[in-house]
């Protein structure tokens, strides 16, 4: 296991978060424990693609896999990410709309 600094911590949750589906994994963890076949029809992606942004998240240190049985659960590899993910989402952004799109990507 490495242990990280806190820009190389804040550098892996911001590519966790760059992309919409693992955004929207992390806040549904953030709510509970979740299987990736129940994950992947809440966000209406395939298996496979669940599988591999699951992937991503786990190497990012973000989640932990959960053997429950046959089956494997996922949650968020501290409580203390939930909480950060909560305060995150009250922050109030005054953003440029000709740099980037309403999705967060950068325009051109």
């Known amino acids: 296991m490495e ?15 760059s992309d919409p589906t693992r ?9 509970g424990a979740a ?7 809440t ?3 395939s298996r496979q693609s669940m599988s591999n942004h699951l992937s ?10 959960v053997p429950a049985g046959r089956r494997t ?5 501290d409580a203390k990410l939930g909480h ?4 995150l989402l ?7 709309p000709d740099c980037c799109a309403p999705d967060g990507r950068l325009l051109a």
């Not at 299987?35 to 029809?41: C, F, G, I, K, Q």
């Not at 991503?56 to 896999?65: E, F, I, K, S």
């Not at 009250?90 to 440029?96: F, H, K, P, Q």
């Open 23 to 31: 955004s929207t994994v992390l806040l549904t963890l953030a709510q």
């Open 84 to 87: 950060a993910l909560t305060d």
């Open 35 to 41: 299987y990736p076949s129940d994950l992947a029809e």
């Open 90 to 96: 009250g922050v109030v952004l005054a953003v440029d």
């Open 56 to 65: 991503c998240l786990r190497g990012c240190g973000l989640v932990v896999a």
């Open 43 to 45: 966000l209406a992606v």
């Open 3 to 17: 242990t990280l600094t806190h820009a190389a911590v804040l550098a892996r949750l911001g590519y966790a978060l």
């Open 73 to 77: 659960r996922y949650e968020l590899a």
